[in-house]
């Protein structure tokens, strides 16, 4: 199947996809691989959210699993936030 025609599915959640310690995070990994693997188009948005075992940052974590990343800062109004962006396989 063309990579054009592939079909395409982003997946939303306030809770954080890359959370180690979450079962619902890693089922959702799973599945997104699993779709991957079957010429769709994941892609995740999520949030903070995480109930990891013992604080750690995303950032960290991030580093720990050596997955690269881009973070940046924006704001608007009152509200500041980060984004980070990578990919995880």
């Given amino acids: 199947m063309a990579e054009q025609n592939a079909p395409r599915l982003l997946f939303a959640s306030y809770h954080a ?10 089922a959702t990994r799973d599945l997104m691989q699993w779709l991957a693997g079957r010429h769709w188009q994941p892609r995740v948005l999520c ?11 995303l950032l960290q974590w991030l580093r720990d699993q050596q997955l690269s ?13 980060r984004t980070v962006h990578y990919c995880q396989n």
């Fill in 17 to 26: 996809y890359a959370d180690p310690s979450s079962g619902a995070a890693l």
């Fill in 69 to 81: 990343y881009r973070s940046g800062r924006g704001g608007a109004a009152s509200l500041s936030f």
């Fill in 47 to 57: 949030g903070p959210r995480a109930d990891f075992d013992r604080p750690e940052s």
